[in-house]
Structure formats: C-alpha cells, structure tokens
C-alpha cells in the first residue's frame, strides 16, 4: 500500500470553528489532492496541488482552503465549518498530472455540529 | 445531469454468480476510464482500467462503449470478498481536467 497517512482519522467539531487535516505522503509524489465524499455523490474535487506551494481549486472549493509548504504535507482547511461540511475527506497522491492511479489515504470522518 | 452516472444497487447475488454493472458519462470528450473499488469505511482502490479493446483481469472483464458513452464491468464467478462498492471514473472531463467519480454501485454477494 502506498505510504499515506491521514490526521485525525475522526473528528467532532462544533459549527463556526476552524478545522486543519493533514494528509501526509512518504511516496515523494509531486500530485496531491483532497476529496469529499458524501452519499449519492461521487468523490468530489476540493483542492489539488501540483507542487510545493503550488495549488489550486476544484469543483467544490468554497469553505476550504489548502497549504502545501512540504512535497509529503498536504494541509486542508476548513475556515468556518459548517454543518454542509460533514463529511468522509480522502487526500490522494498520483505520480504525474492525471495520472490514472490516484492512491487514496484512509479518509478523515468530520462531523460539524 | 451528473457527469458520470452509475446505478447504486445494491446488486444482492449468490456466489459463482456472474453481474455486470454500467456505468454512463456526459462528456464525449473524455479520455480514460477506470473502475476503483471500495470497501466498507475504506479508501477507494484501482481495480482496472478500461480500454476502448476492452480489457480482461481474472475474472473481470472492463469495456467501453464510445458511441453511447457508456462503461461495463463485468465480474465472474462471485466470491463473497468481491462484496465492495465499485466506482466508475471517467478522465478528461470535469473540474479542471480531473477525474470524475461515480457515486458508486454496491455488489453484495452472498453464500
């Protein structure tokens, strides 16, 4: 399995506060991307990044924002949660740009009350 | 109409069964696809890609249909660990260029 981690595994939080996960990758992969997943809905795109400090949205960036000061840290930011933002949160490392096999984390469950 | 669009199940079927899921996208242009598998509370994984030839692993066997934009995976001989959600992704499409996913098509194979 790839050499990916995510923190914390599982998170309770209250509506209005701020929420940091990190994903953490020991594969040197230069892709990294954070995904949510809800029922009914595929993953869907929150942010990617393709390099140290090099990122940019994706198709359901609002709320979030993302860092990436280290090739191996890929931080995702919840500026404000919100009960909207309850959800599975999978980073992911690909090799190359788009490349086919994206390796998955193990996923973050955050509940915003 | 969502850009990838697969029917959830569940698709309930004995062992040694053979099932088939498809799956649908929008975009004409997109340019590779792919199923990935997840378990229960888990990571979604590779599970093949799908090549306009068609392509075959084991006992499973991906096609692609272009001219109705369409995606089959076939599965053979069931065994109970084939038991996960199976995620058509389409490439070359969506947001920014990146891969779509499907929300998913849940096989349940019992004994």
């Known amino acids: ?113 | 109409r969502k850009e990838v669009e697969q029917d959830p199940g569940p698709f309930n079927v004995p062992e040694g069964a053979t099932v088939a899921f498809n799956c649908t996208y929008s975009n004409s242009a997109s340019q590779s696809f792919f199923w990935y598998r997840q378990d229960c509370r888990k990571e979604p994984k590779l599970l093949m890609s799908v090549y306009s030839s068609g392509n075959e692993d084991g006992r499973f066997t991906a096609q692609l249909n272009r001219a109705s934009q369409y995606i089959s995976l076939l599965i053979r001989d069931s065994k109970l660990s084939d038991s996960a959600t199976y995620l058509c992704v389409v490439h070359g499409s969506g947001y920014g260029n990146k891969l779509v996913f499907g929300a998913g098509t849940i096989l349940r194979v019992k004994s």
């Open chain 1, 1 to 113: 399995d790839a050499g990916i981690t995510q923190s914390p595994r599982h998170k309770v939080t209250e509506t209005g506060t701020p929420v940091t996960l990190r994903c953490h990758q020991t594969e040197n992969h230069r892709y990294m991307y954070w995904y949510r997943q809800d029922p009914g809905h595929g993953l869907r795109l929150i942010h990617y990044s393709y390099g140290v400090k090099d990122t940019d949205k994706g198709e359901v960036s609002d709320g979030y924002s993302v860092s990436r000061s280290k090739t191996e840290d890929f931080l995702l930011t919840l500026e404000s949660a919100t009960s909207s933002q309850t959800s599975v949160y999978f980073c992911a490392i690909s090799e190359s740009r788009d490349s086919e096999t994206q390796y998955f984390g193990p996923g973050t469950r955050l509940l915003v009350l």
